[in-house]
């Protein structure tokens, strides 16, 4: 190491050297951003063992909410959601298998509301 190197402070240093993770992504295509979202969620999961709510912060304490992973999604569903029947489930399988029975949500709201319109004009 140099006399001259050595007598640069640190900080001095690491401000002119430091990599701008922000920046950076700026410049990203979107597909870019989603692959380092996946990679660093990973990572985030490994962390903290996959089995807890992850809650996300910004760096001044803002809390952006929380991550759940599947692990911990699939713990939680058990403990808290009521159980299905078989035949329920099987319903619902059936109604997956087949999306093409099913009408768009916007068509239902619609539908209702036509029919609440109906129900107000009517005279008691």
Known sequence: MST?????????RMESTRFDPVGF????????????????LRELIAFHGGSGLIPIE????????????????????????PAVSTDREAELARRISTPGAVIPAQTLISEFRARADSLQTRSP
Request: charged content about 25%; cysteine-free; proline content about 10%.
């Open 4 to 12: 001259m190197a050595a007598s640069v402070p640190k900080a001095s």
């Open 25 to 40: 992504l700026e410049h990203l295509e979107p597909e870019d951003k989603e692959e380092i979202l996946v990679a660093l």
């Open 58 to 81: 910004t760096p001044e304490g803002e809390s952006l909410g929380h991550f759940v992973p599947p692990e911990a999604a699939a713990t939680r569903a058990a403990t808290s959601l």
